[in-house]
């Protein structure tokens, strides 16, 4: 398997999506309204993730392309849960891209106590052989989520998978912490936006 020639089509698709997401967030905040988007990140999976991935899903290496959709991953960071459904119908409205499937993890948590909505989406790419449709997955999430997503995914790395079931317990606690952080910021998210809006108001007219 040439895994550079492979992957290339996917680390295209992320450094253009990439572009378009931050410019989203850019044109929010050239208008001086609140930006849906905090951060946009992106990556293309490693080969040792994807062939583990596909070991634990029981696919062969020619069922890769179709099997695992998160190959090219962009990432979409909000403030508030609202932002999150924002930006979902944003994408919706598109024609860049076809999307595929949603998973919305956040009406739906997953039993590790993971919030976050996906978006699988079929991408054209241009290449030199004509356009190819890649098949990437965009993950939108808020700060919060995000916190404790990272923090869960450090640790199903130390643990192989294997997380004990002590730290498990306290995951699943965190996970509602972090759920009821972005209910009460959505309480006062009038308040937050207002501020933010005079603080890049008075920051432009420097
Ligand atoms: P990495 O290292 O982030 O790339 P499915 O076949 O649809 O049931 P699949 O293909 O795993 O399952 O898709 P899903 O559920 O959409 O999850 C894909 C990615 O979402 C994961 O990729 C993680 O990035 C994230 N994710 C899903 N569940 C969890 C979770 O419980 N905790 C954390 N921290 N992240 C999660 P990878 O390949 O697992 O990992």
Not at 4 to 12: I, K, M, S, T, V
Not at 68 to 87: K, P, S
Not at 198 to 204: A, E, S
């Amino acid at each position: 398997m040439n895994w550079e020639a492979f992957l290339a089509p996917y680390l295209q698709v992320v450094e253009e999506l990439k572009v378009k997401l931050r410019g989203m967030r850019a044109q929010f905040e050239h208008e001086s309204k609140h930006s849906p988007i905090e951060f946009v990140t992106g990556r293309v999976k490693p080969v040792a993730s994807i062939l583990e991935k596909a070991y634990q899903k029981n696919i062969s290496i020619d069922q890769i392309e179709a099997e695992i959709q998160d190959i090219a991953g962009l990432r979409v960071v909000c403030q508030f849960v609202d932002d999150i459904y924002t930006i979902v119908d944003m994408l919706k409205t598109r024609n860049d891209f076809e999307i595929v499937e949603e998973k919305d993890y956040i009406q739906e948590k997953k039993e590790s106590g993971y919030r976050s909505f996906h978006l699988v989406i079929k991408y054209p790419v241009e290449t030199i052989r004509g356009e190819k449709r890649v098949i990437a997955e965009i993950q939108i999430r808020t700060l919060a989520m995000n916190f404790w997503a990272i923090n869960e995914h450090s640790l199903n790395y130390k643990y192989e998978g294997q997380i004990p079931t002590q730290i498990k317990a306290r995951l699943k606690a965190a996970a509602e912490a972090a759920f009821n952080l972005d209910e009460e910021m959505s309480k006062i998210k009038d308040e937050v936006q207002e501020a933010q809006r005079i603080f890049h108001q008075n920051k432009n007219k420097h």
